[in-house]
């Protein structure tokens, strides 16, 4: 499983021009899975985000997390990221789910996020053609991997 996140001030995820996720300061991540990857990544990962100590204190130390900031998280499904630039300039997407599993497992990670986080997660749709607009904050941009 891999995470891009991205510490923002504000995004949002429009599908045919229509708002289906948007927050304030929080976490911008979006999600991918390989085809090794079972539901048992999906709490290590959860955890690994909401403990994720990139926000600043009043030093300006990267010592809060979005819990702390009482931030919200605005996940997005993309495949791309197991996209290999091995050979050629036309990226590879072997290592990705299989499109029907790895549905399953995002929307198992949607309900697992809520249940851990209740009513601060916003998503896109999987597979649809998203545009997702965002204020990186810092610019903080990470790449986790389970």
């Known amino acids: 499983m891999r995470c891009v996140v991205q510490r923002v001030s504000s995004a ?12 304030d300061q929080g976490l911008l991540v979006f999600v991918g899975f390989g085809h090794q990857d079972d539901e048992t990544v999906i ?15 009043e030093e300006g130390k990267m010592k809060h997390n979005v819990v702390d900031v009482n931030g919200k998280m605005l996940l997005v499904s993309q495949f791309t990221l197991y996209g290999s630039l091995k050979k050629g ?6 290592g990705a789910c ?11 990670f949607l309900a697992k996020a809520e249940a851990m986080y209740p009513s601060r997660i916003q998503s896109g749709i999987f597979g649809a053609d998203m545009k997702v607009s965002l204020v990186n904050d810092g610019p903080v941009t ?4 389970l």
């Open 89 to 94: 300039h036309r990226p590879s997407f072997t």
């Open 12 to 23: 949002a995820v429009h599908v045919e021009g229509k708002a289906v996720g948007c927050i």
């Open 43 to 57: 709490e290590p990962m959860l955890n690994k985000l909401l403990k994720l100590r990139i926000f600043a204190d």
């Open 142 to 145: 990470l790449s986790l991997e």
């Open 98 to 108: 299989p499109p029907e599993t790895a549905r399953s497992l995002y929307d198992a």
